[in-house]
């Protein structure tokens, strides 16, 4: 079983900055990739941003040139940091991952709980 805990939300003024984390746990062979989704009431999830094993990043359209996805493949940890924040960008953001946890395995993809970015004007 893999584990995924997302920390660094909160409050913060439109234009100001944000680091969230996502530190993956447990049975972990390897990690294919992680990410960002995000989701308010009402909507559907949507991708924020994804990093691979080799650091290919991948960014929706809305975040692109504001936030930045990296990870600490030594800490299986992936970073998002959010600059220019718009009252937009309010929501639940929720960390993704695609992990093999053994040798010969298909990955499989795990979800954390989530953590709320809230923009105030």
């Known amino acids: 079983q893999v584990q995924l805990v997302e920390s660094g939300g909160g409050l913060v003024r439109a234009g100001g900055s944000l680091r969230l984390a996502c530190a993956a746990s447990?049975?972990?062979?390897?990690?294919?990739?992680m990410g960002w989704y995000r989701q308010t009431p009402g909507k559907q999830r949507e991708l924020v941003g994804t990093?691979?094993?080799?650091?290919?990043?991948n960014y929706a359209d809305s975040v692109k040139g504001r936030f930045t996805i990296s990870r600490d493949s030594a800490k299986n940890t992936v970073y998002l940091l959010m600059n220019s924040l718009k009252l937009e960008d309010t929501a639940v953001y929720y960390c993704n991952a695609a992990v093999v946890t053994g040798s010969g395995r298909l990955p499989s993809v795990y979800w954390g709980q989530g953590t709320q970015v809230t923009v105030s004007s």
């Open positions: 990093i691979t094993s080799g650091d290919i990043t």
């Open positions: 447990g049975s972990i062979f390897s990690i294919i990739y």
